[in-house]
């Protein structure tokens, strides 16, 4: 058997022995060491090659720079996310520079560029609650040290100044923690009702010493400053008898109370140098409990979680942990995150590059989360409690304006059930909020940031890359019923702002970036209407989609602002930001993904595309002012891609080697921007491999070249992908000849089949470009146009009179 499937099955198997039967396994078998001579054996245990800290160190002064990931523990697609909160106010809660813990709480989101959740932190304290935490929070801050730390899938340890060491793992909905106190002393362990990063606007907690429990719920969310509420229930039940229970209220502390809750504020403007003063000018509020440390310095604790309610947050723990130790959860879930892992199997290789590698896979897998639970209850859109499908599962936290141009596809390559879940979640979500699609979702509720209707660019792309089980008939009418609908202007929420006038200008004016979120939105609603034989709604839609010509200026060759009277600014600058969001007009001239062919020829040809192209990558991550690329957000992620349409696969190859080789990396620093839930984490991934999913609501692969000498890609239900690459490595990104299937091929992609069917990429690479391979335009990669490939003449002017009535455009830019 080839040494890739036996570790491939290894990785299986692991997951069913250790499931099923509880045994620990990956920390007590043998690894084998990896070797860098292209043929190496592939490590049984991969988690040693992820680093859950990578992405926790800022790069930068500005909000784009740092990862904003978290290092705690989680399973693959979890609902909790148990991990240390620093001082600092961090999106993913933990920055690396800190030296102090104030919690370790329980929901979090990967690599957002704002601050969410961290809900329900839990804090030892060695020694007695007397000054009340809601006043004086640094008294329950401890120090700790990042040689007392460590992190791996699934788990999480420190030891604290205080001598206090903390361990968590997670189940998929449900955790479990170990504190071991220092001998001898009081040993309290506090848990902050109001404790989420942006507050609570409602909290309770009930304290049970009979069954040694603390019981409860949270009513946090304003994800980004918008009106997004949850409410999220919990059910902590210790292995250990208190020995004394209080609560805190604002400035009171109540040794022996039992029961407590958030109400509102008397003097909201004492607490306002108070970093825990919470929305809605409620009082803060929380919960404690002793422990006596001559029984035993070490206490145990499983919390379940529930969106629904505390009986669902209890049998969520119960039925995924039961009465398995600390070490048996944790090894389970790292037997789960192996079995993640093995679906990508590289030989040959540096660790540094496989930790990079993992790291990224790891960070692709860790968002969206489990909605459901154990039981099947959800709460919807609606505010009511629904029940999943029978086998399968509700998710939420939906980065939409992130995921939908290269995560939603690797997610659906290797876990179509998942994939096809998180698409009835979303058609789901539509549904119970009267078929208004959101853009950027938080568990049950709108957030409404960013720009576009990238949902439906989301659900396309699932279903061309195989994860069809959902209903898309249904989807599909929803779809196009909130992308014709105009909103009434004081609606809570507006799925496209602007659309009467997208619909009667064919843009919006002075707004490039979200006409061209609109009009790639509109391409995914056509190609799914295609496959789904709704031939009308096809043609209606890739008409739509080509409304990016109303903005394109023949002048100077450039995507730009337009007025409602139809003029361009004559000043006009492609570092202008103006009517962009998170990026300018240089970065935003190639977001046209799905015609290519009909923007280069626009522009004047592929003679005046590379020259261009060439200019923008004399900088990799040049930030949103400049006009270069900026690889750390997600705006230029497809423009390395795009020189394969131009006939020069070459510099493509160039430059997404550079990329890798100097954006990412295996330590806290190693992410240049947000991860935005694993966005660009999954853009390392498809790079590493050499191709990407260019076009959203296809499933074409274009190609550069693969960093690793082998990789085999296992899909759950589908055949294997193999890349078979000799000598590949950090500096020999050029594609001399490729093999598809064992036949010759010049072209630099592949088609849609290829991934439906699975097959074998056999390179030869070289350290010095070949500028004859894939250059010859009958290889170029299809553009999309009417469903044929787009020849198109250049843009016209738009004549169209603005309406006497439109709705006003209000989004959130962030």
């Not at 903390?166 to 009081?186: C, D, I, K, M």
């Not at 089980?469 to 809570?492: C, E, I």
Request: glycine share 12%; with cysteine; charged share 15%.
């Amino acid at each position: 058997m080839p040494l890739l499937a036996k570790s491939w099955r290894w990785g299986r198997l692991l997951l069913a022995i250790a499931v099923t039967a509880g045994i620990p396994t990956a920390a007590t078998a043998p690894v084998r060491a990896a070797t860098d001579d292209g043929t190496g054996s592939i490590p049984q245990d991969l988690t040693q090659y992820v680093n859950p800290f990578v992405g926790t160190k800022k790069t930068g002064s500005t909000s784009y720079d740092g990862g904003n990931t978290f290092p705690g523990a989680d399973a693959p697609f979890g609902m909790v996310q148990w991990s240390p909160d620093t001082p600092s106010p961090q999106p993913g809660g933990y920055a690396y520079t800190d030296h102090e813990i104030r919690g370790f709480s329980l929901t979090h989101l990967s690599g957002a560029g704002c601050t969410a959740g961290q809900d329900l932190p839990f804090m030892p304290h060695v020694g007695s609650v007397a000054e009340s935490p809601a006043t004086g929070p640094g008294a329950y801050l401890d120090g700790f040290s990042h040689d007392a730390e460590s992190a791996r899938p699934g788990y999480y340890g420190v030891t604290l100044a205080s001598g206090t060491k903390v361990e968590l793992t997670a189940t998929q909905r449900s955790g479990a923690g170990r504190f071991t106190y220092p001998a001898g002393r009081t040993a309290s362990l506090l848990i902050d009702l109001s404790g989420s990063l942006r507050g609570a606007s409602d909290a309770r907690a009930t304290i049970d010493k009979a069954r040694r429990a603390i019981t409860g719920y949270v009513t946090g969310g304003g994800f980004c400053g918008s009106s997004n509420r949850y409410r999220v229930y919990f059910s902590a039940v210790f292995d250990q008898p208190f020995a004394a229970v209080g609560t805190w209220r604002d400035g009171i502390v109540s040794p022996g109370g039992t029961r407590v809750g958030t109400t509102p504020a008397k003097d909201t403007a004492k607490q306002a140098g108070n970093r825990k003063q919470t929305q809605g000018g409620v009082q803060p509020a929380g919960a404690y409990v002793t422990f006596d440390t001559t029984r035993s310095q070490t206490v145990g604790v499983k919390v379940g979680l529930s969106y629904v309610s505390t009986a669902g947050a209890a049998e969520n723990a119960a039925r995924e942990q039961g009465s398995a130790s600390f070490d048996t959860v944790a090894e389970k879930t790292r037997a789960q995150w192996n079995a993640r892992l093995h679906q990508m199997e590289i030989a040959g290789g540096t660790d540094i590059q496989r930790t990079t590698f993992y790291t990224a896979l790891y960070h692709s897998l860790l968002q969206p989360n489990v909605f459901d639970d154990v039981n099947g209850q959800y709460i919807g859109f609606d505010g009511r409690i629904h029940k999943a499908r029978s086998g399968h599962h509700q998710y939420a936290n939906f980065s939409g304006w992130d995921i939908y141009r290269c995560e939603a596809q690797l997610i659906a390559l290797l876990a179509p059930d998942v994939a096809s879940d998180i698409a009835q979640s979303m058609y789901n979500q539509a549904r119970q909020a009267g078929d208004v699609w959101d853009r950027w979702s938080v568990a049950n509720d709108f957030a409404g940031v960013m720009n576009g209707d990238p949902y439906h660019s989301i659900l396309a792309s699932m279903y061309a890359f195989g994860a069809t089980d959902f209903d898309a008939g249904a989807a599909l009418a929803s779809m196009v019923k909130g992308a014709t609908t105009v909103q009434n202007a004081g609606a809570r929420y507006v799925e496209r702002p602007g659309l009467a006038d997208y619909l009667s200008l064919g843009y919006l004016p002075d707004d490039v970036s979200t006409t061209l979120e609109y009009t790639t939105a509109d391409f995914g609603i056509a190609a799914l209407a295609g496959r789904l034989g709704d031939t009308g709604t096809q043609a209606t839609f890739m008409k739509r989609a080509q409304n990016w010509r109303n903005l394109f200026n023949p002048a100077g060759s450039w995507i730009q602002p337009r007025s409602r009277t139809g003029s361009f600014e004559s000043r006009f600058k492609p570092a202008d930001n103006k009517g962009y969001v998170e990026g300018n007009a240089a970065q935003y001239e190639w977001m046209v993904p799905y015609d290519l062919a009909g923007l280069f020829a626009a522009m004047g040809g592929n003679g005046k595309v590379i020259p261009r192209l060439d200019d923008f990558f004399t900088a990799l991550n040049a930030g949103p002012d400049e006009p270069h690329a900026f690889l750390g957000n997600e705006p230029s992620l497809n423009s390395p891609w795009v020189y394969v349409y131009a006939s020069a696969p070459y510099r493509t190859q160039s430059v997404v080697r550079r990329a890798v080789n100097t954006l990412w990396g295996p330590g806290p620093d190693g992410e240049v921007g947000n991860d935005d839930l694993g966005t660009l984490s999954s853009w390392y991934v498809w790079s590493a491999l050499g191709m990407y999913p260019q076009v959203p609501g296809r499933a074409e692969l274009v190609l550069a070249s693969p960093l690793f000498p082998a990789v085999t890609v296992h899909r759950d239900g589908g055949r294997p992908i193999r890349i078979n690459a000799p000598g590949a490595d950090a500096d020999t990104p050029y594609v001399h000849a490729l093999k598809v299937n064992g036949v010759p091929s010049s072209r630099a992609w592949l088609p849609e089949s290829f991934v439906r069917e699975g097959g074998t990429l056999d390179y030869t690479l070289g350290d010095t470009p070949d500028t004859t391979w894939g250059t010859a335009p009958r290889d170029a990669p299809p553009s999309f146009r009417g469903g044929q490939t787009s020849s198109p003449t250049r843009p016209q002017p738009v004549t169209s009179q603005p309406p006497h009535h439109c709705a006003r455009r209000h989004h959130r830019h962030f």
